[in-house]
């Protein structure tokens, strides 16, 4: 397994995600509930720009590497499942909302290892609308977890919910689109 910078900062995204679980059930005297909001999204802000950082490293200093494009996409999985889940706990987000999106993802985790088993890894490979969907993500959790008023007059509950709702349809397209894409392997096998 290598280790390098790029791989390092993916760990960090993996190693962010009990901190912002974590910040939630810290006792009340230590932080406010604003506090708490504020130190949960600052950190996943943190942790989603490493997903940016990470790919643009290992291209820029050439050390991409199977590992590391094994890691990234786990880490974001998990990063956003783990913030959906506080935030269905916390009635910040709908169930089917959380459903669409951490099935989509085992779904179609499920698909590409298949895929690669058949050797057809690549009919699966990342396209530009997961690439939407994770980066309208990355964005609507953060304002979802903040959960405040900011300049006086933008409801970041709101604003969440209306990008989390466009993430879903985004979630929903990709996995129709890897769906179709696989399907002709999906219809040899069967025979």
Not at 23 to 37: A, E, G, H, I, Q
Not at 121 to 135: E, F
Request: glycine letters at 4%; a positive charge.
């Amino acid at each position: 397994m290598p280790f390098n910078l790029p791989i390092a900062l993916t760990w960090l995204r993996v190693a962010a995600i009990p901190l912002v679980v974590a910040v939630f059930y810290l006792p009340t005297d230590w932080l406010s509930p604003f506090d708490k909001n504020l130190t949960a999204t600052v950190i996943f802000v943190l942790a989603a720009v490493t997903d940016w950082l990470d790919g643009f490293l290992a291209r820029r200093m050439k050390q991409e590497s199977a590992f590391g494009q094994f890691l990234d996409p786990v880490a974001d999985k998990l990063i956003v499942a783990a913030a959906l889940l506080v935030l269905l706990n916390m009635d910040r987000v709908q169930v089917w909302v959380a459903l669409i999106i951490i099935g989509r993802e085992i779904t179609i985790s499920a698909l590409r290892e298949w895929m690669a088993l058949l050797g057809a890894g690549k009919s699966v490979a990342v396209h530009m609308v997961g690439k939407l969907k994770t980066t309208a993500q990355l964005i609507a959790i953060p304002f979802l977890l903040l959960n405040d008023t900011l300049f006086g007059w933008l409801n970041c509950a709101q604003v969440g919910t209306w990008l989390i709702w466009i993430a879903s349809f985004l979630t929903l397209w990709s996995m129709f689109y890897y769906m179709k894409k696989a399907l002709p392997q999906l219809v040899d096998q069967a025979k």
